[in-house]
């Protein structure tokens, strides 16, 4: 699978910890775990010996130990001590299936597909804000959501659904005309500029409805990051910008797991504050995401019908069509 290829986003940074995480990633159990050394590991979630799931386990002596036997597996998944046979030395086969693994934008990332050379390792999805001082950064979520991955990925691309689904928040029904915006192929995906939305209440510290600008970017299949710029004048905190990424783990081809990760001007607000905000949209998208069918999104432009408003999601298909992506499309 194409997608193996790519980095996913699995759990946030600081729920893997001193136990076993069990989760998922492409249909395929996964266990989380940190070593002796504060280091992540993913192994695939079944002792090689009897199947035992070793998310059941814990982890001893900075190895993981599976729950039925008691084998214990060092990161790079070898099995290194039968407590059966305490003099025996399990061979290189004695391994469960190990996973490339990273953290950034306070998440566990992790590949699926075996890296060929010290160089194969592709880059995760950027995130231009990560190294700006001057904005806040903090997650939202997990979300998880019984839609696909690529359907929500095209809603967040989605500014007509504004005066409907986020009504008197980030649109309203008398203004919900979509003027002519530029998309454009990227390398990850695609680039929408010169976005523009009339809303009520564009983000926390609004103090009017404002005209707002927005830019989007695909970063990966199942991921992308949009810019929101208001008028002057129309919110409580001066030069107030944001940048928000969408990171999407494909659970199965019709079930996903769901964070934001926030950069903003505002190092003041309780955490709490700022993710009640996010919380609110999100969770106006979620059930009208759960009922579109199929649910898996169709990469045939004939299958649904389309609009000029439409171009950033059209786009997103037939770049996903373009690089192969087999799991949560039709």
Not at 134 to 151: E, H, I, Q, T
């Amino acid at each position: 699978m194409i997608e193996h290829q790519h980095w996913h986003p699995v759990a946030l940074s600081d729920e893997v910890g001193a136990a076993p995480l069990a989760t998922r990633l492409l249909d395929r159990p996964l266990v989380l775990w940190r070593d002796a050394a504060g280091l992540p590991h993913a192994f695939a979630d079944r002792c090689p010996h009897r199947g035992a799931r070793l998310s059941l386990g814990r982890v001893q002596d900075g190895r993981l130990e599976c729950p039925y036997h008691g084998w214990q597996f060092e990161g790079g998944g070898r099995c290194v001590h039968v407590p059966a046979l305490p003099q025996f030395q399990p061979p290189a086969g004695h391994r469960v299936g190990a996973f490339a693994v990273r953290e950034a934008h306070g998440l566990v990332w992790v590949r699926l597909a075996e890296a060929q050379g010290a160089g194969d390792l592709p880059p995760l999805p950027a995130f231009a804000a990560e190294g700006d001082e001057r904005l806040r950064k903090l997650n939202c979520g997990p979300y998880d959501v019984a839609a696909s991955a690529p359907r929500i990925v095209e809603n967040f691309l989605d500014m007509s659904h504004f005066g409907f689904v986020h009504e008197g928040w980030l649109g309203a029904r008398d203004a919900a005309a979509i003027d002519d915006y530029q998309v454009e192929a990227t390398p990850t995906g695609l680039r929408a500029t010169g976005c523009k939305a009339w809303q009520p209440q564009s983000n926390l510290h609004s103090t009017a409805a404002a005209q707002v600008e927005y830019s989007y970017e695909v970063t990966g299949p199942y991921a992308a990051v949009l810019t929101k710029l208001p008028e002057a004048g129309t919110t409580a905190v001066e030069g107030w910008r944001e940048s928000i990424a969408l990171y999407i783990c494909p659970l199965t081809p019709e079930s996903s797991r769901v964070w934001f990760r926030l950069a903003v001007a505002d190092f003041d607000a309780p955490d709490e504050k700022l993710r009640a905000f996010q919380h609110t949209i999100f969770t106006q998208d979620q059930p009208v995401l759960e009922s579109q069918e199929p649910k898996r999104l169709p990469l045939d432009l004939r299958a649904e019908l389309h609009t000029a408003a439409d171009k950033a999601s059209s786009a997103y298909r037939r770049y996903l069509k373009t690089c192969g992506i087999t799991f949560g499309v039709c």
